[in-house]
């Protein structure tokens, strides 16, 4: 999102792989795929082999390397880069971008890459609304507690708005929260058995919940070094797709 279509402004430590090709869901593949980054992580100077953990079959991968910060306190970013490789299908065909590292972008320097298969942005949009719903909403039903980086998802779909088709994503996330329900389900016992109801009742919860707007202004005052979109308006940008899927 920030490196590939330059839509964000604001700090990250996350990193988002999808693997796919014709022998993406082999488990043999996976594994030697795994053994390969762990090595060039290493290599790298991260401690990769302790700071891992492999689910569902080694279709899902994600590192949590640790790193020295330059400065200390209780900020927003997490104290470790996020590594996170997944061989689960996309929606649609992948697009081609050039990636430029956040010190390229500041220093004018020119891409690291000019042509990295990327997720397209309708897609994204999709899954970050899909993720607010499903994990905020299992948070409000007291399955778990509210993880507050998902504030992040609301100022990047603020900054993704009209850059994507919203009736095609609301499709994608309707789709996507069918196939949630049934892989991660868990103890969230209603998303399980309607999910889209249950999206959009949390959806109206964030809306007024105070703490979830507090995180917001705490990251647009620690991570977000371009405009600052108010929470009101950012999140009426991202009830968009709400809309849309509450008159499908």
């Known amino acids: 999102m920030g490196r590939a279509y330059r839509l964000l402004e604001r700090m990250s430590e996350d990193i988002d792989l999808h693997i796919i090709g014709e022998k993406a869901n082999s488990r043999s593949a996976l594994k030697r795929l795994r053994g390969e980054v762990n090595d060039r992580l290493q290599a790298a100077g991260f401690a990769a082999d302790r700071n891992y953990v492999v ?22 970013l997490r104290p470790e880069i996020k590594i996170e490789l997944a061989e689960f299908p996309i929606c649609t065909a992948s697009e081609s971008r050039s990636v430029s590292s956040f010190v390229a972008e500041a220093t004018g320097a020119t891409a690291k890459a000019e042509d990295v298969a990327c997720v397209r942005l309708v897609e ?4 970050k609304f899909v993720a607010i719903g499903r994990r905020a909403g299992s948070a409000f039903a007291g399955v778990e507690p509210l993880d507050h980086t998902l504030v992040r998802h609301v100022y990047d779909l603020s900054r993704m708005d009209g850059h994507y088709d919203v009736d095609e994503a609301a499709a994608i996330a309707l789709s996507t929260m069918k196939a949630d329900a049934e892989s991660r389900g868990g103890e969230y016992a209603a998303y399980k058995a309607d999910p889209r109801a249950e ?29 600052k979109p108010e929470f009101a308006s950012a999140f009426e940008k991202v009830q968009k797709i709400a809309e849309r899927i509450r008159n499908a």
Do not use: H, S, W
Request: hydrophobic share 35%; glycine share 10%; net charge negative.
């Open 124 to 127: 994204t949009a999709a899954d």
């Open 199 to 227: 999206t959009l009742r949390a959806y109206d919860v964030v809306a007024r919940d105070g703490k979830f707007a507090e995180g917001y202004v705490k990251l647009l005052g620690e991570m977000v070094y371009g405009e």
């Open 55 to 76: 689910k569902q079959n080694d279709r899902y991968v994600r590192y949590d390397l640790p790193y020295e910060a330059i400065a200390k306190g209780e900020g927003v």
